[in-house]
């Protein structure tokens, strides 16, 4: 299932938002130190999720979401769903 989310880090106070097919093995990922930008982060937590009827629908969420580039906003999506 496609999902637009958001992850956050305690330990950096950082968001990342992504967008995947498999957000249990994504996450996995994240948390394993896979990609570069979150390695530092670990360990992350899903604190928003969307789901959509394809990958792409979620990778433009995703893309909109970034364009923002205002963590008041990250924050009142969370705190608002």
Not at 23 to 43: Q, Y
Request: with cysteine; net charge positive; hydrophobic share 30%.
């Amino acid at each position: 299932m496609p999902y637009c989310y958001i992850l956050y880090s305690s330990s950096l106070d950082k968001y990342y938002i992504g967008a995947c097919n498999d957000i249990n093995r994504r996450l996995i990922e994240h948390n394993s130190g896979k990609s570069k930008f979150t390695s530092k982060g670990i360990p992350w937590d899903v604190v928003y999720k969307e789901f959509y009827n394809s990958l792409p629908e979620a990778k433009k969420r995703e893309s909109y979401i970034k364009k923002q580039k205002s963590r008041k906003w990250i924050i009142n999506l969370i705190t608002n769903s």
